[in-house]
């Protein structure tokens, strides 16, 4: 069995988007969650007639009533809980709740918070990534919805997918270039894949053996260096590179120079005395 490609990946993501969707897509009353925007409006109450946004723990201040706890309750039922409260203040209040659908991206795959995240103004990729426990994958798919962005993700069977070689975007940013900086849009998922195309293992005599997500055209010597370099007991001219070739595996001799590829393993031995 061949490795997963990148188209592989990204129709994974779609069919998982599909799974990941379907429970939300089920419920038929909205349930109100932290940092809503609420415009409520009192009849005849201009003054308790405003615009709310509900605080950390989801909490919402109103005046006369005081702290409302809203968070988990949909709109109707705030509503009726709000009319019980003014009931002592005010003959039949009559209460409408509108919610300010929040912009919203998804995440999933291989970061450590995934889930729902508020879309700030302008907020870019590299900006997700801090938010989310960017792992050090070498590719992001960013999956957008043609047309009208949606409230939850995107479950079209042939949306948009944008790759970003995070490799590449490293290196531009540590130029200055932030072309591939990608600008988020509303209903945008962003999928991390869990498998790395782009790694390879270095073992042996070297300070910090194991995995590591390397640029296409990686030498032998830039790999070793990842690794903390060799140890004294290191025998450089006896490094072997072992290499899956169409399901053979091929034990290499290494010079420093050579170009690994994906799923290479670098066997530096130690020396003989």
Avoid: W
């Amino acid at each position: 069995m061949g490795l997963p490609t990148t188209d592989d990946c990204a129709r994974a993501a779609i069919v998982a988007l599909a799974l990941f969707v379907a429970p939300a897509l089920a419920q038929s009353d909205y349930q109100l969650r932290p940092h809503d925007t609420l415009n409520i409006v009192v009849t005849d109450q201009p003054d308790l007639s405003k615009k709310y946004v509900l605080d950390d723990t989801g909490a919402l201040l109103l005046p006369l009533i005081g702290e409302l706890r809203a968070a988990g309750l949909t709109t109707t039922q705030l509503e009726a809980e709000i009319r019980q409260r003014l009931n002592g203040f005010l003959v039949n209040p009559q209460v409408r709740i509108d919610v300010e659908r929040t912009k919203r991206v998804f995440v999933f795959g291989g970061v450590a918070s995934p889930g729902m995240y508020q879309l700030t103004e302008n907020m870019t990729l590299v900006e997700l990534l801090a938010r989310v426990g960017y792992g050090g994958a070498s590719e992001v798919l960013i999956i957008r919805r043609r047309g009208e962005a949606p409230a939850v993700p995107s479950t079209d069977a042939n949306p948009e997918v944008l790759r970003v070689n995070l490799r590449e975007f490293e290196k531009d940013l540590e130029s200055g270039k932030l072309s591939r900086n990608v600008l988020l849009e509303e209903g945008d998922t962003i999928y991390i894949p869990r498998y790395d195309p782009n790694r390879i293992y270095v073992s042996g005599e070297v300070r910090n053996a194991g995995a590591y997500s390397v640029p296409e055209g990686t030498t032998v010597l830039q790999a070793l260096t990842l690794a903390g370099g060799p140890t004294q007991y290191a025998s450089l001219g006896r490094t072997r590179i072992l290499r899956l070739v169409n399901g053979r595996l091929e034990n290499i001799k290494a010079e420093l120079k050579d170009v690994v590829r994906p799923g290479d393993t670098i066997l530096v031995r130690e020396r003989i005395f």
